[in-house]
């Protein structure tokens, strides 16, 4: 099963120069916890804008166009439908991950909708793309809390499509 998790501004900023516009340690557990022991999707730019790093248990897929693009310990695809054929053999979750790009490329496709809305406007220059929310219900939405090191009002959502 697709899924897609992303954070957002209220205007639905996602990333500034390669890298999250906020810091927010709640939100990252958050992601931590979702997709822990199951298998992340996202792009070239998006994998080396968190320092081309893999995290810890999980599978991780990058998407790019380079042939000869290679990270050790990740599988490399170069198409949609690579990611596709993975995610019908694969017995967890596929949580798409970013960026822009590969959020639209996917979006038709995914099922489960994991958002953290920052209630906050940031500067950045990549943006999660338009949803039809009419195709999809929200399962639930929780308020996230905020402290010395999350200093921003948040929630989390979860959708499923209909």
């Known amino acids: 099963m697709l899924a897609a998790i ?3 501004d209220e205007e639905g900023l996602i990333g500034k120069e390669g890298k999250l516009p906020w810091h927010l340690p709640n939100d990252l557990k958050f992601f931590k916890t979702m997709t822990e022991h199951n298998t992340i999707v996202m792009g070239r730019k998006t994998f080396e804008g968190m320092g081309g790093k893999l995290l810890p248990n999980r599978d991780t ?3 790019t166009s380079d042939k000869s693009y290679q990270v050790e310990g990740a599988l ?5 439908q690579e990611v596709l054929e993975y995610a019908k053999k694969t017995d ?4 798409i ?4 790009q590969v959020y639209k490329t996917f ?3 995914i099922d489960v909708l994991h958002r ?3 209630h906050h406007r940031f500067e950045g220059d990549a943006y999660f793309p338009k ?9 639930s939405i929780s308020e996230g809390e905020t402290d010395e090191r999350n200093p921003y009002k948040y929630q989390f959502e979860s959708y499923h499509r209909k």
């Open 107 to 109: 979006l038709p496709e």
């Open 92 to 95: 967890g979750m596929v949580f």
């Open 116 to 118: 953290t809305l920052i």
């Open 97 to 100: 991950t970013g960026g822009t």
């Open 131 to 139: 949803i039809n929310w009419d195709a999809f219900t929200m399962v």
């Open 76 to 80: 490399v695809f170069h198409d949609k």
């Open 61 to 63: 897929i990058i998407l």
């Open 6 to 8: 992303w954070a957002q």
